[in-house]
């Protein structure tokens, strides 16, 4: 059940981006397992887009994992305080990925109800890319880990949804980038209460 290598390696990311509606996000810590199905996401397209930190092929220590073949995690901090998790598509030299934005808890739950201090009914402790990660032990220390071993990890379970079950809608927290700030790389499960709520 666990995505193959080259599922990553698929060039358009927002077909990724939507296709991993429903598939299942495993972390293991030191035994440990955790996982969430993923309810939402956005895709980052690359140098071309505005709101990727690869935007006209910027390349940094941060952003170098990025160019890798598709198939790793990218683990970054925000504001300095919240780790996000994007995962790294497409083939080398071609810097797209898909942030993984929130998760409904599915298997460990109770090990995410301690980590977030809170139910696994409310929807804050898996809402947000802040959050998930948080939920799922995600931390720098997950950055350029290969999403096909056996510290993180994605299955297919065959959650599929119809197309109606999706929707699209412009990605969070991105005025920066202009005319692509309003771009519908959003996807998300319409009736997850776990999605995040503009």
């Known amino acids: ?49 505005k709101a990727s930190h690869a935007y006209r092929n910027r390349r940094t220590k941060r952003t170098e994992i990025m160019y890798k073949q598709g198939g790793l995690s990218y683990v970054y901090l925000c504001y300095g305080i919240h780790h996000l998790l994007n995962i790294v598509t497409s ?7 898909v942030l993984v934005r929130s998760i409904e808890p599915f298997y460990g739950v109770a090990e995410m109800e301690m980590r977030r201090k809170m139910s696994a009914t409310k929807p804050m402790i898996s809402s947000g890319p ?15 880990e290969d999403l096909t071993k ?9 959650f599929d949804y119809m197309p109606y079950q999706i929707s699209m809608a412009p990605r969070i927290g991105i005025d920066y980038a202009e005319e692509h700030a309003l771009l519908p790389l959003r996807f998300f499960v319409n009736d997850s209460k776990y999605i995040m709520r503009k």
């Not at 509606?21 to 887009?49: N, P, Q, S």
């Not at 083939?91 to 990925?97: A, F, G, L, N, Y």
């Not at 056996?150 to 065959?158: L, P, S, T």
């Open 1 to 49: 059940m666990k995505l193959p290598a080259e599922y990553y390696t698929n060039t358009n990311v927002a077909f990724l981006a939507q296709d991993l509606l429903g598939k299942i996000l495993f972390t293991d810590l030191d035994g440990r397992i955790t996982a969430g199905i993923i309810v939402e996401t956005e895709a980052y397209f690359g140098v071309e887009d």
């Open 91 to 97: 083939i080398e030299d071609d810097p797209k990925c």
């Open 130 to 144: 802040g959050s998930l990660t948080k939920a799922l032990g995600i931390n720098l220390s997950f950055n350029g």
């Open 150 to 158: 056996n510290r993180i990890w994605i299955e297919d379970h065959g």
